[in-house]
């Protein structure tokens, strides 16, 4: 008898078992891309866990699921590199940290600059990056052609690359309001407590339409920073293979014409 019901339990414990591991390796396929190349890492590689930021149109949460133009683009990737990919949104210090200290985990959408060059291994460049400074409309009058920032209140993301390229443009520190998202940085601009804000034309249409806000009460008052790209940002610690496997997928895709189609069609939806 005891035998029996050790058998029947095993045998239940299996049949859960195959059914768990299909179900976790097409969560790298949620994006729907066939793949490019029929070719596959001989050996498995470890499965990644992918940390981004609330920040449409690049990385944000709809109908449950993470999405946006990086996102598909990275698990586009992870089918086409053979590699089950877990995203998970999160504030963007703690998705930064998280993949500096963690094999195997990334964070994106990554600007590349000089000061971050050491902390991981870059895969990309995925987007080019052009950011603009974005002035309160009852201020853009008198200030439209002034490029003089350090009489303005800035709210910023904390850690973002926004935030250095500001005070490199000569912002002072005090001048900083820091908040720990791209959501509470606009609202910071919108209900007054700070003049401006830091994004990309296509980050700012998003954000506004999404919070109901007409375009014109944000106006772009000049360009920022175009330095580095925008790149999938890997742990230095992660399997190696990764890396290679990633870079190279990336590389198939972007010849085969993907990045760009997913680019304009998240240029030309609706927010």
């Known amino acids: 008898m005891h035998r029996i019901r050790r058998s029947a339990v095993l045998g239940i414990l299996l049949a859960l078992c195959t059914v768990v591991v299909p179900i976790a390796r097409a969560g790298a396929a949620e994006s729907g891309a066939a793949a490019v190349s029929g070719t596959r890492p001989s050996a498995a ?30 698990k586009a990737v992870c089918v086409e590199a053979g590699v089950v990919c877990g995203f998970e949104l999160v504030p963007w210090v703690r998705a930064y940290k998280s993949a500096q200290h963690t094999a195997n985990t990334l964070v994106y959408t990554t600007a590349r600059r000089a000061d971050r060059e050491h902390d991981f291994i870059w895969i990309g460049p995925v987007l080019p990056r052009s950011t603009w400074v974005f002035l309160r409309d009852d201020l853009a009058a008198a200030d439209r052609r002034n490029r003089d920032l350090s009489g303005l209140r800035f709210a910023v ?97 972007r010849k085969a014409g993907l990045i760009d189609k997913l680019s304009r069609e998240f240029q030309a939806a609706r927010p």
């Open 45 to 74: 590689l470890p499965a990644l866990t992918a940390y981004t930021e609330e920040w449409p149109p690049y990385n944000y949460l709809a109908h449950g699921q993470v999405t946006g133009i990086s996102t598909e683009v990275l």
């Open 157 to 253: 993301v904390r850690g973002e690359a926004a935030e250095a390229d500001l005070l490199a443009a000569g912002v002072a520190e005090k001048n900083l309001a820091v908040e720990a998202s791209n959501d509470s940085a606009l609202r910071m601009v919108l209900h007054g407590y700070a003049d401006a804000v830091v994004d990309t034309e296509l980050g700012m249409r998003w954000n506004l339409k999404q919070m109901h806000v007409a375009p014109e009460r944000l106006v772009p008052l000049f360009k920022l920073s175009e330095e580095g790209a925008y790149y999938f940002a890997l742990n230095k610690q992660s399997d190696p293979r990764l890396a290679e496997q990633l870079q190279a997928a990336l590389e198939r895709l």
